[in-house]
């Protein structure tokens, strides 16, 4: 059996969607307490490291498998752009530290892949050098001399083939992968043992093995919203979701596709809210329904007169941390108790809500993995 192990986890995406595919998680590392909480309560096997800047990759369990999504305020557009040179976004350069000391201690047969997520801000930020320095520093896991060139624009799926050794990005969208989220996100694979890369991230699903027998069906996310803003109705009611504009204000945006924006975890943003609302109260937006929406903060992200009023008359509730779960591919309640003994703890809702926000939409990763256990079984 393949083995993982998972730098900046979070609350487990990457191990979860490993054990979806035959691959077992080993060890993790994470510094923040409640995420932290929440994996050690599902995978009470697998080994906690703490902070990564502690962490000698020549030190631990070698395992075939790297992931990490690493800190992307510094490369998303939604944040200050302060690039890899940013202190969250620089810790990049801790992971492959890791993945180079094992690799080194283990005579280069550990890591056999990597698989790196970010936002699609990485493309651009530093006018495209920090996606270009992202590749390379990983390549040279393998090459040490290799260099890789900067085009005057990053595409969305691409690959890089050394000696002996490859990459290959793409650029994903959870909504293509069954959850009702547009979630893109910049997936990076790296096969240090040969050219698999390429067919890991862009070989159809439907010519792989099928890993879902013995799983479990997963609930419909839409579906449960739906049911949530208090039943079907009649007349001219519809079920859909306000979505408050992304800095304040008292502006009003409401969306007419079937799909949440991004879920998020920063203060900035909105927080999603869903209501009934009829085509007198919005017109123009009669024969749609709104998507969904999640992120830290306050409803409204500081417009609080909009909400009340709009929750006065419509009837409009939060999104709750059980629907952002599902947006998200995660099981119900997954964040919902920590680690504490045998009765465990409760994670409260904002906690909650951040947590989801800063992992990853387990379906696309996936995905990734499922595609790196086809290639290379055990």
């Not at 119900?332 to 992992?359: E, F, H, M, P």
Request: net charge neutral; aromatic share 8%.
């Amino acid at each position: 059996m393949l083995t993982l192990g998972s730098l900046f986890d979070g609350i487990g995406g990457f191990p979860l969607a490993a054990m979806r595919v035959g691959i077992k998680p080993v060890w993790a590392s994470e510094i923040e307490e409640v995420p932290m909480s929440i994996t050690k309560r599902h995978f009470p096997q697998m080994r906690h490291l703490g902070d990564i800047t502690k962490i000698c990759g020549g030190e631990i369990e070698p395992v075939d498998v790297i992931t990490f999504g690493s800190p992307c305020q510094d490369l998303s557009v939604a944040g200050k752009r302060a690039g890899l040179g940013g202190g969250r976004s620089g810790l990049f350069l801790e992971a492959v530290r890791i993945i180079r000391e094992m690799r080194e201690a283990t005579g280069g047969l550990y890591p056999t892949f990597a698989v790196w997520e970010n936002v699609p801000g990485a493309f651009t930020s530093n006018k495209g050098e920090d996606f270009r320095t992202v590749a390379e520093e990983i390549a040279r896991a393998a090459q040490p001399e290799i260099s890789v060139i900067r085009p005057k624009k990053w595409p969305n799926a691409g690959t890089v083939v050394g000696k002996g050794h490859s990459l290959a990005w793409r650029l994903l969208d959870a909504r293509y992968w069954g959850v009702p989220q547009r979630r893109r996100r910049i997936f990076l694979v790296a096969d240090f043992a040969g050219e698999r890369a390429g067919e890991i991230l862009f070989k159809p699903e439907s010519l792989r093995r099928d890993f879902e027998e013995g799983g479990r069906a997963r609930q419909n996310a839409s579906a449960y919203v739906t049911a949530g803003t208090g039943g079907a109705g009649g007349g001219q009611d519809l079920h859909g979701l306000i979505v408050l504009n992304d800095q304040g204000g008292n502006s009003l945006n409401v969306e007419s596709a079937d799909i949440a924006p991004t879920l998020r975890a920063e203060t900035h943003g909105n927080l999603p809210v869903v209501c009934t609302y009829t085509a007198t109260s919005f017109g123009q937006y009669a024969e749609g329904v709104g998507t969904l929406k999640a992120s830290g903060g306050d409803l409204g992200g500081g417009s609080e007169t909009i909400v009340a009023f709009l929750a006065r008359s419509l009837g409009l509730r939060r999104l709750t941390p059980t629907e952002c779960e599902r947006i998200q591919g995660f099981p119900d309640d997954w964040t919902a108790w920590g680690d504490c003994g045998a009765g465990g703890v409760k994670i409260s809702d904002t906690q909650r809500y951040r947590a989801l926000g800063n992992s990853v939409a387990v379906p696309c990763v996936e995905f990734v993995l499922g595609g790196i256990a086809t290639c290379h079984p055990h």
